[in-house]
């Protein structure tokens, strides 16, 4: 078992920056490829950014593609998701989640509670 915690969420303006943390514990992470999801209100929760276990391969919903990037400190256990450039309608429940198997996109064996992000325009 895999328990995922997020953490740096918030109120921020249009243009800000925040950093979202993913810290792990049960296991390692390091063999772990890891996800960030987002869930607006009243829309389903959708893939924003995953790494492979090594960190060498990403991938980025279009939308997020050169504002955000995820990276991880396997010797710390945890994965990052640095967002600037935020707007309004990044607005949304971001979620962590690990897979051991699969694309990067679905299959997540194993969710955190999520960390709330507010962008006022």
């Known amino acids: 078992q895999v328990q995922l915690v997020e953490s740096g969420g918030g109120l921020v303006q249009a243009g800000d920056s925040l950093r979202l943390s993913c810290a792990a514990s049960?296991?390692?992470?390091?063999?772990?490829?890891v996800g960030w999801f987002r869930q607006a209100p009243g829309k389903e929760r959708e893939f924003v950014a995953g790494?492979?276990?090594?960190?060498?391969?990403?991938d980025y919903k279009d939308s997020v593609k050169g504002r955000f990037t995820i990276s991880r400190d396997n010797a710390k256990n945890t994965v990052y998701l640095q967002m600037n450039s935020l707007k309004p309608e990044d607005t949304a429940v971001y979620y962590c989640?690990?897979?051991?198997?699969?694309?990067?996109?679905?299959?997540?064996?194993?969710w955190g509670q999520g960390t709330r992000v507010t962008v006022s325009s």
């Open positions: 989640a690990a897979l051991s198997i699969g694309t990067l996109r679905s299959g997540y064996q194993y």
């Open positions: 049960g296991r390692t992470i390091s063999t772990y490829s």
């Open positions: 790494i492979k276990p090594s960190g060498g391969t990403t």
